[in-house]
């Protein structure tokens, strides 16, 4: 049978080994990819014949369905708010009604919502309705973290905004400085740039410090029942 001590070490380093588990976990789950808008309807850039009935944004992974976490906005050229309603999140969608028909011209929609691992993502996308001519397209603000089905029009080809890159991560560097970007969308942050969201390392920290604290008074229980049966042989 093992000496009390030696059984105590073991029990210390099984202890130090769950609790280095869990740190690594909390670490990876901070630092996973946010999840990242894949098709939006209108695509980015498109030009559509009518006003569409409904504006929908597709996720690679389920957004979080949290009551004042999702925003939409649609604005017109002159940057007013046309639509600045609660859309409605279902599963990886996230869609938005238009119930009054867009008159011809252009329009650009500002959306964030919060991804799967808690951080909140935000972008936008720009399209026309009728005879819409690409300068015009090109004259709003270029959008930021668009999806893989993004227009890239040859006017701003040259300034790297391509459907691909629009995909990833260099898309946040897409005009950073836009003055017109609406404060409640982008106050939280700019982009994926801002980092991991505090609320989702606190989340985190309080998962591991809650594991910590079960193995501890686990161990302690573990080892008073050990050494109570060693006092008594």
């Known amino acids: 049978m093992l000496k009390p001590t030696k059984r105590k070490n073991k029990v210390l380093t099984a202890v130090v080994a769950l609790l280095a588990a869990a740190l690594v976990g909390s670490g990876a789950t901070a630092a996973h990819a946010h999840d990242q ?3 939006s309807d209108p695509a980015h850039n498109s030009v559509v014949d009518q006003s569409p009935e409904q ?4 996720f690679n992974n389920q957004i979080l369905d949290v ?3 999702s925003i939409l906005e649609l604005r017109d050229s002159a940057d007013k708010v046309l639509i600045d309603a609660v859309p409605k999140v279902s599963g990886t969608d996230l869609t938005q ?3 009054d028909p867009l008159a011809e011209g252009v329009y650009r ?3 964030r919502v919060v991804s799967s691992d808690g951080h909140p993502i935000e972008g936008s996308f720009n399209f026309g ?5 690409e300068s015009d397209l090109t004259a ?3 959008g930021r973290n668009l999806a893989s089905n993004a227009i890239t029009l040859d006017s701003q080809a040259s300034g790297g905004d391509s459907a691909d890159s629009s995909a990833s991560d260099s898309a946040d560097s897409a005009d950073s400085s836009d003055s017109t970007k609406p404060q ?3 106050a939280i942050g700019e982009g994926e740039d801002a980092g991991i969201n505090a609320g989702g390392v606190l989340l985190a920290s309080f998962g591991v410090l809650a594991l910590a604290a079960i193995i501890t008074v686990t161990v302690i229980w573990w080892m008073r029942q050990n050494r109570s049966n060693d006092t008594k042989n």
């Open 55 to 58: 504006l929908t944004l597709t």
């Open 140 to 142: 709003l603000p270029k």
């Open 37 to 39: 808008l894949v098709v």
């Open 97 to 99: 009604a238009v119930s």
């Open 184 to 186: 409640d969308v982008y």
């Open 109 to 111: 929609v500002v959306w």
């Open 67 to 69: 009551e004042g976490a």
């Open 129 to 133: 309705v009728g005879k819409v001519s």
